[in-house]
C-alpha cells in the first residue's frame, strides 16, 4: 500500500505543477471585469474599422465601468439601439452586452459592488496615466 500511496501523491505533485496558476475557476467580478473590457475594446475597434457601415458612427458610446451602477443603463441602451442590426459586428457586439448586463444583474448581483453613479463618467472614459521615464 505504500507504493500506491507514493504514486498517488507524485502524481498529484506532477499534476498541480502542469497546471497553471490561474487555473481557478473565474468569479463573478473576474469575469464580469474581463468581459466589459472586451467589450470596451471591440467597440473601440468597430468604431476605428474603415470596413464597416456608417451607421456604427450613431451607436451610442459603449465605455463600461462596472464599478458604476449606470453601466447597466448603458447597457440596456445599447442593446436596446434599433441602429445597424443589419451589421453582424454591432448585432455580436450587442449579444456580448446582453450576457454581460445578465450576469450582472442575475448571477453576479449579490457579488458586486458599486462605487459611484456618475453617468457622465460613462460618457467620456477616462485615459489610462501616461508613465513617464
Known amino acids: 500500500k505504500v507504493p500506491t ?13 502542469a497546471l497553471p496558476a490561474s487555473a481557478a475557476p473565474p468569479t463573478c467580478y473576474s469575469r464580469v471585469l474581463s468581459l466589459s473590457k472586451e467589450i470596451t475594446e471591440s467597440f473601440k475597434e468597430l468604431q476605428t ?16 465601468d462596472i464599478h458604476n451602477y449606470c453601466v447597466l443603463a448603458k447597457l440596456r441602451d445599447f442593446v436596446a439601439y434599433p441602429g445597424c ?4 459586428e454591432v448585432n455580436e457586439l450587442k449579444e ?4 454581460l448586463y445578465t450576469i450582472l444583474i442575475s448571477f453576479c448581483r449579490r457579488d458586486l ?18 508613465e513617464h521615464s
Not at 474599422?49 to 456608417?54: F, L, N, R, W
Open 5 to 17: 500511496m507514493k504514486v498517488l501523491l507524485l502524481l498529484v505533485a506532477v499534476l498541480s505543477a
Open 49 to 64: 474599422s474603415k470596413t464597416v457601415d456608417s451607421c456604427v458612427g450613431t451607436l451610442p458610446r459603449l465605455y463600461l
Open 85 to 88: 442590426d443589419r451589421v453582424l
Open 96 to 99: 456580448k452586452a446582453r450576457s
Open 113 to 130: 459592488v458599486f462605487l459611484t453613479d456618475d453617468c457622465n463618467a460613462l460618457e467620456i472614459p477616462i485615459s489610462p496615466p501616461i
